[in-house]
């Protein structure tokens, strides 16, 4: 599961306003309209490769640093997302055997 406070950089108790000075800041850094600027113009050079895989990178974090902010702006779908998170996390503590065997259990009669 993706970790949205770690996308922003903020604790699981940060208050909204942290998370929005985090995502702003983020925003700021990752926009593609930005980064389109700061990137060569395409050429037909193995670089302009680079700068389109770039591109793609940039855009996913943006995508990912997007989907963070909406999730964790709306307290509904934080308290939602935060159970989520729990669980997982509780889940990947250690592993659990999936099958019992009730014969292989001792009893006190």
Do not use: C
């Not at 208050?15 to 050429?43: G, N």
């Not at 670089?47 to 770039?54: P, V």
């Amino acid at each position: 599961m993706t970790d949205y406070y770690a996308i922003l950089g903020v604790s699981q108790s940060a208050k909204l306003d942290e998370i929005k000075e985090a995502y702003r800041r983020l925003v700021l850094k990752f926009h593609p309209d930005k980064q389109h600027a700061l990137l060569s113009p395409p050429s037909q050079t193995p670089q302009s490769q680079d700068a389109s895989t770039n591109t793609t990178d940039i855009s996913q974090e943006f995508e990912a640093i997007q989907t963070a902010w909406i999730t964790l702006r709306d307290s509904v779908l934080r308290r939602e997302y935060d159970k989520k998170l729990r669980v997982e996390r509780q889940r990947n503590r250690g592993v659990v055997q999936e099958e019992i065997d009730l014969d292989d259990m001792k009893f006190n009669d």
